[in-house]
């Protein structure tokens, strides 16, 4: 089992940045990608951004350019610059490796225009 901590998010103005943080609680178990995806109010969770052990990223076409994402063996975070009022969701940390998938509690972020 791995748990994911989530730290960050908050109320920022457009154009503001907010970083993003989470820890997997495991020094055994070896996650192949680590990443974030976001749901806001009546809408499906996307991907945001993942990362992979290798350091092979991705990124959704709607942040590309403003938000970049860093990784080490446990933790995975989210650098957001530029941010505008349709950034705002409750963003979820994500583990996976293989049939695995874990998330986090989801911390919020919302961008006042």
């Known amino acids: 089992q791995v748990q994911l901590v989530e730290s960050g998010g908050g109320l920022v103005q457009a154009g503001g940045s907010l970083r993003l943080s989470c820890t997997a609680s495991?020094?055994?178990?070896?996650?192949?990608?680590m990443g974030w995806y976001r749901q806001a109010p009546g809408k499906q969770r996307e991907l945001v951004a993942d990362?992979?052990?290798?350091?092979t990223t991705n990124f959704a076409d709607f942040v590309k350019g403003r938000f970049t994402i860093s990784r080490t063996r446990t933790t995975v975070s989210l650098e957001m610059n530029g941010l505008k009022p349709e950034d705002t969701a409750v963003y979820y940390c994500?583990?996976?490796?293989?049939?695995?998938?874990?998330w986090g509690r989801g911390t919020q972020v919302t961008v006042s225009s």
């Open positions: 495991t020094t055994i178990f070896s996650i192949n990608t």
């Open positions: 994500n583990a996976r490796d293989g049939p695995l998938r874990f």
């Open positions: 990362s992979t052990a290798g350091g």
